[in-house]
Structure formats: structure tokens, C-alpha cells
């Protein structure tokens, strides 16, 4: 996102909570609709796309430190959607999931299609065929699985709109049907709490009879990917795995490496 669209964004935003905000607050609602009328009041061009405020804020840039500076020590202010159009800046204790810059690699020989891999780009599209092609969600969570869909869209209870960007379905050596829904992000976009919980609640919806596992997925860099699975707890989304792959040729995976590998803990 450019600096003058960070800057226009965050004086929309700025002037909403300021309106609502006391000390104390733990919620902020809010419409989208509003953010013309807040625009046209301080003499900013919107973009056609209303949502995109909304998109910069959640997944690619920080909040700006008039509202952040208004958590409480320990938390930060998310937004949720609350509704058709409908929106709330919420208190939580962590509102995006960041890769461990010390977890240790696993290197997989890159299965990926030359031809893809010519014109694929760092951002999720060429990330959902890395995993794909690779295989990387039937190794990273040990069942078989399928793709089943890209880029659902569904409705949740409250009327908001959301769009997974995969959903697979797995299968164990038991027979057990799973869900796994996948949200990847390429570039410098984050994965957010607030889509793993509404991935959690599509899978209630949509797939009831399936155990639900979210999978998220970030680029790293070209070919290092993180994956992450989640679990639903009483204090929020929690991170139950976070596994790192590296996709090099195969004379780059040494007999060392893969005898390393054997000892490594699970």
C-alpha cells in the first residue's frame, strides 16, 4: 500500500474512534458507510473499493498509534466484522500471527511445474500452487487431502461476508473426515486472528459433520514457506503447530540432512 493511501486510510479511522471512543472502551462499532460521509468532511478521495480501508488496517498495515496507543498493556485493537456492512474495532491480545524467525527447516524437493514456476509471483495465488503441487498440507498435518475449492464464499450467522482462500478435505488412517480450510499470504500481508476464527465458524456451517483443522499459510521468502494450525481456546485462536519448508532441487537436500531429519522431534 502506498504511504499517501496508509496516511488517507488512517484519518478515516482515526476520526471514527476518536467520535466514539472513552476510556475504558473495549469495543468501537462502527459502519462502512461511514467512511464516505468521514471523507467528504476532511476532504479525502476514497477509493471506489470501500472495503480496501478496511483490508489495509486488517492484513497489511498497523493501526495508527492514536488507536493503538489506547490499549491497555498487553492487547491490540483488531476489527471484526459485526454484520452486513457492519464493523468493530475490538480489544484482544494479539491480532496477527507472525513465523518464528528460529524455527528449524525442512527441505522438500520442489515438485512445483517449471512452467508455474516461471510465472509464479510471491503472492497467494502462487502460494496456494506451491502447496498444492507440493503437497505441503498433506505433509504438514499427516492425512491424505484434497482440494476441494477455492476462494468459498459464504455468510456467517451475524451476516458478514468472508472468502477462504482453499478448503481441502483430509483423510486419516481411521477414516476420519476433515476440514481444512487454508488462508495463504504472500507479500507483506499478515494473517489475521479475526479470519481464523471465521474459518472456524464457516467449517460449523458449512461442513458440521467434519473436523475442523485451519491451516494458514505465509511466504517467508520465494521458496521458504511457513504453515501454521490453529485451535479454538477460551482465551482466543492458539497456534497448535508451526512447521517451516524450504522447496530446493533435489541435489540440494543432502544424505546428511535427511539423517538429521530421522532424529529431529516431532
Same mark, same amino acid.
Not at 43 to 71: E, Q
Not at 92 to 112: G, V
Not at 135 to 151: E, K, V
Not at 173 to 179: A, D, L, S
Given at each position: 500500500?502506498?504511504?499517501?493511501? &496508509?496516511? %488517507?486510510?488512517?484519518? $478515516?479511522?482515526?476520526?471514527?474512534?476518536?467520535?466514539?471512543?472513552?476510556?475504558?472502551?473495549?469495543?468501537?462499532?462502527?459502519?462502512?458507510?461511514?467512511?464516505?460521509?468521514?471523507?467528504?468532511?476532511?476532504?479525502?478521495?476514497?477509493?471506489?473499493?470501500?472495503?480496501?480501508?478496511?483490508? @489495509?488496517?486488517?492484513?497489511?498495515?498497523?493501526?495508527?498509534?492514536?488507536?493503538?496507543?489506547?490499549?491497555?498493556?498487553?492487547?491490540?485493537?483488531?476489527?471484526? +466484522?459485526?454484520?452486513?456492512? *457492519?464493523?468493530?474495532?475490538?480489544?484482544? %491480545?494479539?491480532?496477527?500471527?507472525?513465523? &518464528?524467525?528460529?524455527?528449524?527447516?525442512?527441505?522438500? +524437493?520442489?515438485?512445483?511445474?517449471?512452467?508455474?514456476?516461471?510465472? @509464479?509471483?510471491?503472492?497467494?495465488?502462487?502460494?496456494?500452487?506451491?502447496?498444492?503441487?507440493? /503437497?505441503?498440507? !498433506?505433509?504438514?498435518?499427516?492425512?491424505?487431502?484434497?482440494?476441494?475449492?477455492?476462494?468459498?464464499?459464504?455468510?456467517?450467522?451475524?451476516?458478514?461476508?468472508?472468502?477462504? !482462500?482453499?478448503?481441502? $478435505?483430509?483423510?486419516?488412517?481411521?477414516?476420519?473426515?476433515?476440514?481444512?480450510?487454508?488462508?495463504?499470504?504472500?507479500?507483506?500481508?499478515?494473517?489475521?486472528?479475526?479470519?481464523?476464527?471465521? !474459518?472456524?465458524?464457516?467449517?460449523?456451517?458449512?461442513? +458440521?459433520?467434519?473436523?475442523?483443522?485451519?491451516?494458514?499459510?505465509?511466504?517467508?521468502? *520465494?521458496?521458504?514457506?511457513?504453515?501454521?494450525?490453529?485451535?479454538? @481456546? *477460551? !482465551?482466543?485462536?492458539?497456534?497448535? &503447530?508451526?512447521?517451516?519448508?524450504?522447496?530446493?532441487?533435489?541435489?540440494?537436500?543432502?544424505?546428511?540432512?535427511?539423517?538429521?531429519?530421522?532424529? /529431529?522431534? &516431532?
Amino acid at each position: 500500500m502506498l504511504a499517501h493511501e &496508509s496516511n %488517507r486510510y488512517a484519518k $478515516i479511522l482515526e476520526s471514527i474512534f476518536a467520535k466514539r471512543f472513552k476510556k475504558g472502551a473495549t469495543e468501537i462499532e462502527f459502519e462502512r458507510a461511514e467512511f464516505s460521509q468521514v471523507a467528504e468532511k476532511l476532504g479525502i478521495v476514497l477509493p471506489k473499493n470501500l472495503g480496501d480501508v478496511l483490508y @489495509s488496517f486488517r492484513y497489511r498495515t498497523a493501526l495508527p498509534k492514536s488507536i493503538t496507543s489506547k490499549a491497555p498493556k498487553g492487547y491490540e485493537w483488531i476489527i471484526r +466484522p459485526a454484520g452486513k456492512g *457492519k464493523y468493530k474495532l475490538v480489544i484482544a %491480545r494479539q491480532a496477527n500471527i507472525i513465523p &518464528s524467525n528460529i524455527l528449524a527447516e525442512t527441505k522438500i +524437493p520442489d515438485a512445483t511445474p517449471g512452467i508455474i514456476s516461471k510465472y @509464479s509471483m510471491n503472492d497467494e495465488q502462487s502460494l496456494l500452487a506451491k502447496l498444492r503441487y507440493n /503437497r505441503l498440507i !498433506d505433509i504438514f498435518t499427516g492425512l491424505t487431502s484434497y482440494s476441494l475449492q477455492n476462494h468459498l464464499r459464504t455468510t456467517l450467522r451475524d451476516g458478514s461476508q468472508v472468502e477462504t !482462500d482453499e478448503i481441502y $478435505i483430509g483423510l486419516d488412517k481411521r477414516g476420519v473426515h476433515y476440514v481444512m480450510p487454508v488462508q495463504a499470504k504472500g507479500g507483506k500481508d499478515k494473517i489475521g486472528v479475526v479470519q481464523i476464527e471465521q !474459518d472456524f465458524e464457516m467449517c460449523a456451517i458449512k461442513f +458440521p459433520g467434519l473436523v475442523c483443522r485451519p491451516i494458514a499459510a505465509q511466504f517467508i521468502d *520465494k521458496n521458504l514457506i511457513a504453515l501454521f494450525e490453529f485451535e479454538q @481456546s *477460551k !482465551d482466543g485462536i492458539k497456534v497448535t &503447530s508451526e512447521r517451516h519448508y524450504r522447496l530446493v532441487k533435489p541435489d540440494e537436500l543432502s544424505p546428511e540432512e535427511l539423517e538429521s531429519y530421522l532424529v /529431529r522431534q &516431532s
